[in-house]
Each structure stands twice: as structure tokens, then as C-alpha cells.
């Protein structure tokens, strides 16, 4: 290949990486066949098998809405599963939960800074106050999303 079609050649179909352009349906088939699903049991168990679906979702949410939907559903799966008796050691741990982080970013993006906000306070409801960069990041969002709300 010369320099002329490196220039000029369509850019190859991207399946991994930040801005993917086509839905990685082997990896979510993978996913898919590892989950065991917890008959409704919102625990540390259902906590932890539900996370690699929100970074997978997260990752293709611009590509469609069903994968944007998807994501959020997990998001909400997530956060139910922290009432649970079992993922009390885990908060105190001060345990980063990435479903907060990026259902704000979600709502800011679709300017729901209502949700945005509301997500930002439940967060910190769970935030240990071991994790100070995390109680930050949420008093932030909490009140820049109010601002934006009101403006």
C-alpha cells in the first residue's frame, strides 16, 4: 500500500477504543455467556457481574440509543444492589462505583441536569468520606448541574 492510498483509503472500521463506529456484538455475546444472573438478588455478587456490562454499554452509547438505554439500566441495576447487607464492607472500603460517574455523563450530555444532579446526591450518599477526590468530584457535579439547571 503507497503513500496515496494510506492518504486517500476509507479509515478501517473501529470496534474498540473511546469513539467506536461498529457494535462489538462477539464481545457482548462473550459477556452475555460469562453473566449467572441472581434470580433478582440485588447483592455484591449481582453488583460486581453487572459492571463489565456498563463499561461495554457506556463505550458504544453513541452509536445507538438501545446501547445508551442499556447502559443506564445496568447504571440502575448497580446502584439498586447497594442497599444490600453484603456491599456494606465494600462501602466503607471507600469501593469507587462507576456507575454514578458515568450516568452523570449521560445526563449531562442529554442536558438533563436535573437527573444529573439527583445522581450526584445519591452518590454521595454512598461515597465513604475515606475517598475525598470522590466526595469532591460529586459536590461538584451536585452543584454545577444545579447551577446549569436554573441558568
Known amino acids: ?4 492510498d494510506k492518504i486517500f483509503s476509507p479509515p478501517k472500521s473501529q470496534t474498540s477504543g473511546k469513539n467506536p463506529q461498529v457494535f462489538d456484538s462477539a464481545k457482548e455475546k462473550e459477556l452475555i ?3 449467572k444472573p441472581h434470580k ?7 453488583y460486581y457481574s453487572a459492571l463489565p456490562f456498563i463499561d ?6 453513541n452509536l445507538d440509543e438501545k446501547y445508551l438505554n442499556k447502559c443506564i439500566e445496568y447504571c440502575n441495576l448497580c446502584i439498586s444492589c447497594l ?8 462501602l466503607k472500603e471507600g469501593i469507587t462505583i462507576p456507575a454514578f460517574r458515568k ?3 449521560i445526563f449531562e450530555n442529554k ?3 436535573k ?7 445519591l452518590a454521595l450518599r454512598y461515597t465513604s468520606t475515606k475517598s475525598k477526590e470522590e466526595v469532591q468530584y460529586y459536590s461538584k457535579k451536585m452543584i454545577d448541574n444545579h447551577k446549569r439547571q436554573f441558568n
Open 1 to 4: 500500500m503507497g503513500l496515496f
Open 33 to 35: 455467556k460469562e453473566y
Open 40 to 46: 433478582g438478588k440485588k447483592n455484591s455478587d449481582e
Open 56 to 61: 461495554f454499554y457506556y463505550k458504544f452509547r
Open 83 to 90: 442497599d444490600s447487607p453484603d456491599m456494606i464492607p465494600f
Open 103 to 105: 450516568l452523570i455523563i
Open 111 to 113: 442536558k438533563d441536569y
Open 115 to 121: 437527573k444529573a444532579e439527583e445522581t450526584a446526591k
